[in-house]
């Protein structure tokens, strides 16, 4: 034994039993001992979480509780140092059922000397190291220090486990360098494992902490990357949520790996195929799992290399187009692609228009518009949501004053909230800051928040909710109807408006349910003092009819389509120089309703 200093933990509740530990570790030559004594269970475990000591000397009886069961909690928490257990009386049972329960050795108070105390120690020790080595020899790889293919094997079952249990995914990547071969008889087998132990390196660096199983042992809980042999590499992706959320390590792992390698006077280029299979779609075993990987990374190689293939055939598409959609839209921010279109409300008697909703557009290069529905939910799952709404905010807050300048003061600008920026803790104070660095007024905009927001999570939206009108600004329910959220239950928040959503307007006049609905929200939202704004408005015959209901606002292609911001003026300045063009519509729409 080296000449470090051992430190050992004594738990014992009886002081003599110190005080005699204590002197005859005194008069031990030849090893430095420290000894430190705690007396209770539940300090021994705190001390045991805190890895400080070499060794535990544990005596068998604790108070109410038992030495054994201190041994197998310590086990279960990972604790690798040796425990030796004292007692009070030789027993041959007990000794042989504190050996079982992986005590390492097992020493009887009233017959332990100096010498004896000391080579217990001393051999507990060693061989607690040969074990750890032993253990690290079968389940790590020599030339990387990776986990090999028996810990994989156990951890990918593990992996399997927890997301059953947790009704999740999970996905295994089976990697293999490309040209490999080439490599390593260019340059010689010396090269090619530095290059593996690189490349090893990179791939370990390559995973987030979350990656990987907690495995009790002297391994690195966060490895997750693993050795099969030669070029061959796997990783284990624990509880994801979308089979997407592979392609995305993956494609992490390529270009962690673009980067050249040094190697001696060489500077090498080395790319990789990955073939990912998805549990539980593409397996429920370990060695399914594997199977269709491996058949998956060939799949890769046989794309050109240097690029990653789900064994579903069907995933490689939608994973690809979510990616690449995901970088674009992040350049697109960068860049300011985006722009607001605005779509007119109409007040259903006068016909003026009293609001404007704002939304958004990605104008692509070559002018081509992509609607909200094709990256909203992306920039959701993304974060990427967050900047997007904060410019989406200001820039309606900005566009705004252009009307306002234009001679209409008196027309809000309705901006659609998404709901997880609605459920941003300083989200009011985000709103009123944008309203004071644009100039806004409380009742220049509305905001729009879909049902399935306000149901979620109330206590925080209550808040918000709260802290909005605060500022005196309005809020309209979006897409109502759709969320299964009762009336009564809105009467709790401090609402400007509900939208009947479009699917109930569009056949309002060929289906009695929806008609039925539609009436009945009008009916019910008025009664509690709530405006009500119809949604997708096509057609003179559902105009009809909302009128009849006496819906107080309608929004719809029958009068304008989202617009740019200078059609906006023109339809505005257009209406005031024809003052009664929108509800001459209407006019006519009710006078030919009532002939027939
Ligand atoms: P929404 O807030 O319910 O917006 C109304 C949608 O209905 C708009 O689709 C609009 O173009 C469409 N629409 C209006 N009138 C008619 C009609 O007569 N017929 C038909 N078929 N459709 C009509 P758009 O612009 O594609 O937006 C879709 C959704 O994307 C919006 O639904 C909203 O939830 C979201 N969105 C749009 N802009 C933004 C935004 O700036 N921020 C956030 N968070 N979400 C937005
Ligand atoms: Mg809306
Ligand atoms: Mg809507």
Redesign the pocket.
Known sequence: MDNKVVKILLVDDDEDDYIMTRDLISEIEGTRYELTWVTTYDKALEAIDGKNHDIYLVDFHLGERSGLELLREASEKGCRAPIIILTGQADKGLDVQAMRSGAADYLVKGQINAPLLDRSIRYSIERKRSEDDIYRMAYYDILTTLPNRLLFNDRLTQAIALAERHDRLAAMLFLDLDNFKRINDTFGHHMGDDLLKKVAERLRRCMRKGDSLTKHGPDDPSDTVARLGGDEFTIILCEISRPEDAARVAQRILDALSPQFTLGAYELYVSASIGIAIYPHDGIDADSLLKNADAAMYHAKSEGKKNYQYYRQSMNASALERLTMENHLRKALEREEFV?YY?PQLDMKTGEIVGL????RWRQAGNKLI???EF?PIAEETGL?IPM?NW?LHTACTQRKEWHAAGFPHIPVS????SQQFQQKNFANTIKKVMEDTDTRPKDIIL?I?ESTLMHNSDAVFTTLYELSKLGLRLSI??FGTGYSSLSYLKRFPLHAI?ID?SFIKDVNTNPDDAAISKAIISMAHSLKLKVVA????TRHQLVFLSEQGCDEI????FS??VPVEEILKLLTGEKKGRGLVSSVLNRVWETAQKS
């Open positions: 607001l779509q909703e704002a939304l958004i609607p909200p529905g909203i949501i709404s989406i901006i659609n909230i998404s729009e879909t979006d897409d939208k479009r949604e997708g408005v096509e929004q719809g292609f029958l389509r989202p």
